[in-house]
Structures are given as structure tokens and as C-alpha cells.
């Protein structure tokens, strides 16, 4: 891979690291927004809300998985290790990394990965 292609992939990873600690930190203070006093207006709105936290408690955990694997990205392009399958070390196809930029193995050992959990 080319120094130029891996400088694109770490901006491309920068940027979707910077969206997603945003849509966390958004997600979190929604989800911290107390809900008490809702149920005395009326008794589904606390149940909704509740509902929501839920949501939004899940996507953080989503979103906080993805800015994980995002950073670990960026961090095997510091040690010169990112393209490279960290099972079998082969090669990481272009098409998986421009659909997964934060992939960190082949399609093969991840289909695997896949069958067996």
C-alpha cells in the first residue's frame, strides 16, 4: 500500500473518528437527561422515555465499539501494521478496507471469526 493511500485511510479514519466521539457524547447526554417527572404527567411518557434510554444506551455502546476499532485503526497505521490481516497476516483487499476502513482482518479469518462465535 502506498504512503499516499495509507495518509488517505488515516484522514478518512480521523474524520470518522471525530463524528462518532460526537454522536456518543451527544447520545450520553441524552441518555443521562433525567426522566423523573414524566410518569406524573402522563404515565406513558415515562415508559417511552425509558424506552428511549434503552435505545440510545445501546447505540452508545454500538457507536463507542466502532470509535474502539476506529482507534485501533489509526493505531496500527502508527506501527506500520494496518492493511495487514491480524490473524493470518495476509493482505487486507482495497474493497474491504474502502467498505471497512477500521478492518483489522481479511474477509477470509473474519468470515471464519464469524462461524465460530
Not at 428511549?52 to 463507542?64: F, K, N, P, S, Y
Amino acid at each position: 500500500m502506498t504512503a499516499a493511500k495509507v495518509q488517505q485511510y488515516q484522514r478518512q479514519l480521523r474524520e470518522l473518528a471525530a463524528r462518532l466521539s460526537g454522536e456518543v457524547s451527544t447520545l450520553q447526554t441524552e441518555a443521562l437527561r433525567p426522566i423523573e417527572g414524566l410518569a406524573a404527567v402522563e404515565p406513558t411518557d415515562g415508559a417511552t422515555r425509558a424506552a428511549a434510554q434503552d435505545v440510545e444506551l445501546t447505540l452508545i455502546g454500538i457507536e463507542g465499539q466502532t470509535l474502539a476499532e476506529v482507534n485501533g485503526a489509526l493505531d496500527r497505521i502508527d506501527r506500520g501494521t494496518f492493511g495487514r490481516c491480524e490473524k493470518c497476516g495476509h493482505t487486507i483487499a482495497a474493497d474491504r478496507l474502502e467498505t471497512i476502513p477500521y478492518a483489522r482482518n481479511c474477509v477470509t479469518c473474519a468470515r471464519t471469526a464469524a462461524r465460530n462465535s
